[in-house]
């Protein structure tokens, strides 16, 4: 590749989910736990594929929210432990599906469970580890937080077909994509904060605090991504960059540079993403576009939007050494791309 993107210019102290991982490491212990026992199965494929993803690297940032969220209301029971599980489950559901749908290659630097065991599987052990979830959100006993998880479950599902009606169609606008993300991403992360409180009877504005923070941190987490994409690495972005634009991929990067260009740059953009000329010259011709436009920077600005409004909803409430480690993961996912 010749044209590579400059993400941020300038370094800085990076944040990190350490602080993080430290407040929610022997309630991950227990959570890793219950994911490997939940993954079982007599069926022998089912473990095989569940856990070729399970144990592929992922940061499980989602259900650390969970468990951090639950006990910064005082949670001293154990039902944090199994929602967090439900929600891995749930985000490990929808990568198996995605990859299926998207037909990708690799995930987390490793072959896709489709590219090993086929379409079906793939699909079917997501089926099956969305079922162990609502299981676990059964046994928890909490008909508040299991209608938050089985409402996400929904809404990701149609932020997915949403996804599949916009694939491709560069007349998208900025705010049906955000309405995309919204859905497919920003969902689990807004129940994941919000089971926490719930389930710790915390007041019904507590509660909402946490939604917006995670509906806002997944909006954030997302952008970075798309962002990512055109000038980050396979270890910070969990698959090959470039993939969304191989795959033809409206993104926001591409919204912004299609919109902003030339005529005959928008003709480019058709040719490579309706029509399939995307090999590596056109990655290289996207990426040099998307410097020239700002379109990457833009990007980058409204991920720092929402990370804001993520930071002003916990504002409000008491400090605990959850809230700051909350506080710190919005900059820890926006510095990715630093």
């Given at each position: 590749?010749?044209?590579?993107?400059?993400?941020?210019?300038?370094?800085?102290?990076?944040?990190?989910?350490?602080?993080?991982?430290?407040?929610?490491?022997?309630?991950?212990?227990?959570?890793?736990?219950?994911?490997?026992?939940?993954?079982?199965?007599?069926?022998?494929?089912?473990?095989?594929?569940?856990?070729?993803?399970?144990?592929?690297?992922?940061?499980?940032?989602?259900?650390?929210?969970?468990?951090?969220?639950?006990?910064?209301?005082?949670?001293?029971?154990?039902?944090?432990?199994?929602?967090?599980?439900?929600?891995?489950?749930?985000?490990?559901?929808?990568?198996?599906?995605?990859?299926?749908?998207?037909?990708?290659?690799?995930?987390?630097?490793?072959?896709?469970?489709?590219?090993?065991?086929?379409?079906?599987?793939?699909?079917?052990?997501?089926?099956?580890?969305?079922?162990?979830?609502?299981?676990?959100?059964?046994?928890?006993?909490?008909?508040?937080?299991?209608?938050?998880?089985?409402?996400?479950?929904?809404?990701?599902?149609?932020?997915?077909?949403?996804?599949?009606?916009?694939?491709?169609?560069?007349?998208?606008?900025?705010?049906?994509?955000?309405?995309?993300?919204?859905?497919?991403?920003?969902?689990?992360?807004?129940?994941?904060?919000?089971?926490?409180?719930?389930?710790?009877?915390?007041?019904?504005?507590?509660?909402?605090?946490?939604?917006?923070?995670?509906?806002?941190?997944?909006?954030?987490?997302?952008?970075?991504?798309?962002?990512?994409?055109?000038?980050?690495?396979?270890?910070?972005?969990?698959?090959?960059?470039?993939?969304?634009f191989r795959e033809g991929k409206i993104t926001?990067?591409?919204?912004?540079?299609?919109?902003?260009?030339?005529?005959?740059?928008?003709?480019?953009?058709k040719a490579a993403i309706e029509d399939a000329?995307?090999?590596?010259?056109?990655?290289?011709?996207?990426?040099?576009?998307?410097?020239?436009?700002?379109?990457?920077?833009?990007?980058?600005?409204?991920?720092?939007?929402?990370?804001?409004?993520?930071?002003?909803a916990l504002a409000p409430l008491k400090d605990?050494?959850?809230?700051?480690?909350?506080?710190?993961?919005?900059?820890?996912?926006?510095?990715?791309?630093?």
């Amino acid at each position: 590749m010749g044209v590579v993107v400059s993400l941020e210019d300038g370094k800085k102290q990076q944040a990190s989910i350490q602080p993080l991982i430290a407040l929610t490491d022997s309630d991950m212990s227990r959570v890793n736990e219950l994911i490997l026992s939940k993954a079982g199965s007599d069926v022998e494929m089912i473990p095989e594929v569940a856990n070729h993803l399970i144990s592929s690297g992922g940061k499980r940032l989602r259900p650390m929210v969970t468990l951090a969220a639950a006990r910064m209301f005082g949670y001293g029971g154990d039902g944090h432990v199994k929602l967090a599980t439900s929600v891995e489950f749930m985000h490990t559901a929808t990568l198996l599906h995605d990859d299926v749908v998207d037909e990708s290659d690799m995930r987390r630097g490793k072959k896709t469970a489709r590219m090993i065991w086929g379409n079906q599987a793939s699909v079917l052990v997501g089926d099956y580890l969305l079922g162990q979830a609502f299981r676990m959100m059964v046994e928890v006993g909490s008909l508040k937080a299991l209608e938050i998880l089985s409402s996400a479950a929904s809404v990701i599902a149609e932020g997915e077909v949403m996804q599949l009606a916009a694939a491709k169609n560069l007349e998208t606008t900025e705010d049906e994509y955000l309405a995309v993300i919204k859905a497919k991403t920003a969902a689990l992360f807004s129940a994941a904060a919000e089971v926490g409180p719930v389930i710790a009877s915390a007041s019904k504005s507590e509660q909402a605090a946490l939604r917006s923070y995670g509906t806002n941190l997944g909006l954030a987490f997302q952008l970075i991504d798309d962002a990512l994409d055109y000038g980050g690495n396979a270890r910070d972005l969990g698959k090959n960059t470039g993939d969304d634009f191989r795959e033809g991929k409206i993104t926001l990067p591409v919204i912004l540079s299609y919109r902003r260009g030339t005529q005959e740059e928008r003709l480019f953009w058709k040719a490579a993403i309706e029509d399939a000329g995307n090999d590596d010259a056109a990655l290289e011709k996207a990426t040099a576009l998307m410097a020239r436009y700002g379109a990457i920077g833009e990007t980058i600005s409204r991920a720092r939007h929402f990370g804001n409004i993520a930071r002003d909803a916990l504002a409000p409430l008491k400090d605990t050494p959850q809230k700051n480690a909350l506080l710190e993961v919005i900059d820890f996912c926006i510095d990715r791309v630093s």
